[in-house]
């Protein structure tokens, strides 16, 4: 490709995994400038988007020594105000080719500075106005994401415009259509060749956002096609146990031992379960609910249906804790019942781990309650009909998996999670999945109240945790890890451990739970809160994913500012168990940017867990949310979002689905192109649907 020399060549392949001409002609710029829109720096403020500028540098300055400081400062002027700029790269290359009283064309964003408030931006984009335009006629203007090290090679955005230009003027023919045609025409959508080149260089903005749906529909599309597609055939390929009975067990454990009756979220998620296990193909179900939804006693009553046909059943969880807490509340639930449980984690002893072995291979245990110890593989199932997984993210692909083998047809699989996903990141991350949602929590449940504290706010704080203690009730006080060293990493919470022992010892008894400290001391300090001989825990964030003390009833979080929303939701659902009214302390410092402020507000705001999941993606993109890297089918989307195109993917996926009905293995004349594309697409893809 012109102007893509081998240093390039390699720099577009390390850094942006870019080989092939349509991988570069679907490298999209991330944003696009409207160079119509010429901005005055006595406008700008610290909370704008991306804005251009027009005027002159007026004084360079070179600063600081070492990685870190080393930097390049320049005051740009356009007339109106000042900004100042920062360079902490490329500085050689900018101190050459930068000057001063020439005109420049100013790209970034302004953001005010710490220290004196100022506006700077840092490492903006620029070009010298007298060049400025690829097309002079062109408005908007496509920005490339590039990372440093290209930039230190100079290759930015600029570079990629104008190679990519170079490429479309020398491709007059036009490029084959990637959709079939009925698809084009029936939804008047911007055929390929235009898009890709409007895509790159829009004329209008009309044309740019006729190219952009276009385009969006496609990558969703397509991925969608190629979900439901591994669905239908794993439906179709993989038998599964058939539960035809509702038996004594259920019906037993349902009209004589249920303690409460069942919300209807619960219900509906039961018949649904139900029917997967009756359908002959075999069940992976993902069931999402909030903390305290209640999904155990789905879990059981899952269970409870494999061993009315005869099956065994198991339940593996992330932790000793937390299989504990199954265990027991599992036992109290089934008392009076011929059921027989067990309960086997890395502590078991040997004596008991053999009798186990035994009791499951002969098939007297009906059920059993685990860690990843279940995976070993001296654990021998004599019919394990149904598999359980409690905090699905904890475990990987392949571990699950071993499950699979512990029987001649692999068992029903039913994955749990207590965090929540929005529904688009849902259909696409589990898009090969079932997924059921329990949206309801058990009545009477006093929502927690949620309120922010500064750091100089703190003697009201302790007076008020101390009443709480006073009533009988436990607390938490949670500290974020400090990652910078090794030795400062626990100071926080060490600190915060003495403090509250000189706050409220010795009426009251405090302990300390982090991840330095060994595993034994760190059981014993859980084991005490878990008992109520303890009454603070102060701890980092291992406080394991769902323990379960429904008397505490305070979750202070410190520096509640470094936490991710998700986090803090999830920190949250660790009170609000029992029947007390429960408060979450969020605690920051004063200095907070924009998006802190917004996290914090919407935990004060709300405590439905999805909606606080359909935010966190639209502050921070489905990228970070949790559960994406670790599903196994994590997507790089070039164009879509799924936090904003929402709507495009709900119409893609019924297209999808709709032609999968009807021709599930695409083999239609007009379908030709569709699993063409599908094997360029995603034939390298290792296929995880096999298991869940
Ligand atoms: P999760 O695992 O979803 O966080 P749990 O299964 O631990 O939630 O349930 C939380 C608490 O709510 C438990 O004490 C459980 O007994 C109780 N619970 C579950 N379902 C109901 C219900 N339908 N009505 C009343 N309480 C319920
Ligand atoms: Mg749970």
Not at 605 to 619: C, R, Y
Request: with cysteine; hydrophobic share 40%.
């Amino acid at each position: 490709m012109p102007g893509v020399g081998p240093k390039r060549a390699e720099l577009f392949a390390s850094e942006l995994k870019i080989t092939t001409d349509e991988e570069l002609l679907s490298y999209f710029p991330y944003r696009y400038v409207d160079k119509s829109k010429i901005y005055k720096i006595k406008d700008l403020h610290g909370e704008m988007p991306y804005v251009l500028l027009k005027g002159q540098f007026s004084v360079f300055e070179e600063l600081g020594v070492g990685t870190r400081s080393h930097r390049y400062k320049g005051l740009f002027s356009d007339g109106t105000g000042v900004i100042e700029c920062v360079w902490f790269n490329g500085l050689r290359y900018i101190k050459d080719s930068v000057h001063r009283k020439e005109d420049y064309l100013l790209f970034g964003q302004p953001k005010e500075s710490e220290f004196n408030h100022a506006l700077q931006m840092v490492h903006p984009e620029l070009e010298s106005a007298s060049k400025a335009g690829v097309d002079a006629q062109q408005s908007l203007m496509g920005m490339y994401n590039t990372t440093e090290k290209m930039k230190r090679y100079m290759l930015n955005s600029k570079s990629i415009q104008r190679i990519i230009l170079g490429f479309l003027r020398s491709h007059l023919d036009p490029f084959p259509e990637t959709l079939p045609a009925y698809i084009v025409e029936h939804y008047q959508l911007m055929p390929y060749n235009q898009a890709i080149r409007q895509i790159h260089f829009p004329a209008t903005p009309e044309n740019l956002q006729r190219a952009q749906a276009r385009l969006k529909f496609e990558e969703l599309f397509y991925l969608q096609l190629y979900l439901i597609r591994s669905f239908k055939m794993r439906q179709q390929g993989n038998r599964g146990f058939v539960f035809s009975r509702i038996g004594e067990y259920f019906n037993d454990f349902y009209y004589h031992h249920l303690p409460f009756e069942l919300t209807g979220a619960q219900k509906r998620v039961l018949k649904e379960i139900r029917a997967d296990m009756c359908s002959g193909s075999q069940m992976n179900r993902l069931l999402q609910g909030d903390v305290g939804s209640g999904k155990t006693m789905v879990a059981l009553m899952t269970m409870l249906m494999a061993l009315d046909n005869g099956f065994q059943a198991c339940i593996m969880a992330p932790t000793e804790i937390l299989a504990t807490q199954h265990y027991e509340s599992i036992v109290k639930l089934l008392s009076g019942m011929e059921v027989r449980v067990a309960l086997l984690t890395g502590s078991t002893r040997k004596k008991q781990r053999d009798e186990i072995h035994a009791q499951l291979e002969e098939g007297s245990l009906h059920i059993l309650i685990g860690t990843h110890a279940l995976l070993e593989p001296n654990v021998k199932f004599r019919n394990l009909g149904v598999v359980v997984i409690d905090e699905q993210h904890r475990f990987g692909v392949e571990q699950r998996s071993k499950l699979w083998f512990k029987n001649v047809q692999p068992p029903h699989v039913l994955i749990m999670t207590a965090t929540p996903i929005p529904r688009t990141l849902a259909m696409t991350v589990y898009g090969d999945l079932d997924v059921s949602v329990i949206d309801e929590l058990p009545p009477g449940r006093k929502p927690v109240v949620t309120i922010h504290r500064w750091d100089q706010q703190r003697e009201g704080l302790i007076r008020a945790m101390r009443q709480q203690l006073e009533e009988g009730r436990q607390i938490y006080v949670v500290y974020p890890l400090i990652e910078e060293n090794e030795k400062m990493k626990y100071h926080d919470v060490e600190q915060g451990f003495l403090n509250m022992q000189a706050a409220f010892g010795p009426d009251y008894s405090v302990v300390m739970v982090h991840g330095k400290m060994k595993p034994k001391d760190k059981e014993l300090a859980m084991q005490r809160f878990v008992s109520g001989q303890a009454h603070v825990m102060v701890a980092t964030t291992v406080i394991e994913v769902g323990v379960n003390v429904p008397n505490a009833s305070v979750m202070v979080i410190e520096s509640a500012e470094r936490f991710g929303l998700s986090q803090l939701h999830q920190l949250r659902g660790r009170v609000g168990r029992g029947a007390d009214q429960s408060y979450c302390v969020l605690v920051t410092g004063y200095n907070l940017s924009s998006d802190t402020r917004k996290r914090i507000q919407i935990m004060c705001d709300t405590t439905d867990g999805f909606q606080i999941a359909e935010a966190d993606m639209q502050l921070r993109g489905p990228g970070d949310i949790e559960g994406t890297q670790q599903s196994g089918l994590a997507f790089d989307l070039r164009i879509a979002s799924l936090a904003k195109d929402g709507h495009i993917l709900q119409f893609a996926r019924d297209l999808a689905k709709e032609i999968i009905d009807k021709d599930p293995l695409l083999e239609a004349p007009a379908n030709n192109l569709l699993r063409r594309r599908l094997s360029i697409l995603f034939g390298k893809r290792v296929d995880w649907s096999q298991i869940s």
